[in-house]
């Protein structure tokens, strides 16, 4: 399916999607007044460009809300693909939360975002009066007769588990961090000529959990476990100058927490002191045969 942003589409071909398909460029719901062609999108186009799907966004603090969603060809997944984008970028961004809003008569709508894991919270009774009053081409019924009156909010939390901790926030299960922020940290605490792909491979395999402060990562622990018999720290880092902070503390612990298995690790020299602070204890002699890194 060929999506793109809708940045990268002429204006004008948003323009005209949207007239042609709300009347007009404007958006009037409870949660504000939007101007639809200059809000965050991504837009399904065929094999001759023209848009078969759009759907519009816009974050607030710890929201993201679907402002617009159309799909003109139904039963082809693009109205899924649509949203798996927006959740994505959401859940890149941390944001746990996203919502819709849409109308009582929208019975397709209701059905559509229920499957996909949204739920209702609220209904606005009578909130399209109110609408109508800045947007009087909004009609009062539908073709098949239903009085078009309350809006209906939906949610749907994404499963980003977050924990704040002073201004540094940890995120488990951490989907949305890179191979490049990731080698950013780890050569501030061992420099070294890494390759970004393997490390991007080797980041799917593991359970990471990360430590920000506004949009730096400072640390992460990863875990490999197989779920049953065995699992491990592959490592836990934490930039220098964030060290002796109780970063790594605060880390070791939600990997505990997150880990189904028991963990068995390796210390560097010198760090022993930080493991059996957290109660781990010296077990059965380690070995290790070393293969130097793929390049
Ligand atoms: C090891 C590392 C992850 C610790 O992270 P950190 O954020 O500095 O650790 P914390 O601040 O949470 O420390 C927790 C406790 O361990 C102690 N501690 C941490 N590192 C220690 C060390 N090297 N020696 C002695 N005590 C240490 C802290 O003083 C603190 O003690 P407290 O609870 O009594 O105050 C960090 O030093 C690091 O990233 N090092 C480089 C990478 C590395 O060696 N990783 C380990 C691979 S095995």
Not at 123 to 152: C, H, M, W, Y
Request: charged share 25%; hydrophobic share 40%; with cysteine.
């Amino acid at each position: 399916m060929n999506i793109v942003p809708t940045s990268v589409l002429d204006k004008e071909k948003i323009d005209c999607f949207f007239i042609k398909h709300w009347g007009s460029l404007e958006m009037v719901i409870s949660s504000g007044t939007f101007q639809c062609n200059e809000l965050d999108g991504f837009a399904v186009l065929n094999e001759s460009e023209q848009i078969i799907g759009l759907i519009t966004y816009i974050f607030h603090a710890e929201i993201c809300e679907i402002i617009s969603l159309d799909s003109l060809v139904e039963k082809y997944g693009i109205g899924s693909s649509l949203i798996d984008k927006v959740e994505q970028i959401a859940q890149k961004r941390s944001i746990s939360q996203i919502k819709v809003i849409t109308t009582n008569d929208n019975l397709h709508a209701l059905s559509f975002y229920q499957k996909r894991g949204y739920q209702i919270v609220e209904v606005l009774v009578n909130a399209v009066e109110q609408a109508r009053k800045s947007k009087p081409e909004i009609p009062f019924t539908t073709e098949n007769g239903i009085p078009i009156r309350d809006e209906i909010v939906l949610q749907k939390s994404l499963g980003v588990d977050q924990v704040l901790k002073g201004d540094i926030k940890y995120v488990m299960n951490d989907n949305s961090l890179t191979a490049e922020v990731f080698l950013l940290l780890v050569n501030g605490v061992w420099q070294g000529d890494y390759n970004e792909t393997l490390t991007h491979i080797a980041l799917q395999k593991t359970m990471n959990i990360t430590a920000w402060q506004n949009d730096r990562l400072v640390g992460c622990v990863r875990i490999l476990t197989d779920g049953y018999f065995f699992g491990t720290i592959s490592e836990i880092l934490v930039l220098p100058e964030f060290q002796k902070m109780r970063i790594g503390k605060q880390l070791m612990e939600l990997a505990w927490e997150a880990s189904p298995t028991s963990l068995f690790l390796g210390a560097q020299p010198g760090k022993e002191p930080f493991f059996e602070k957290l109660d781990y204890t010296k077990g059965i002699q380690s070995y290790q045969k070393k293969k130097e890194r793929r390049k």
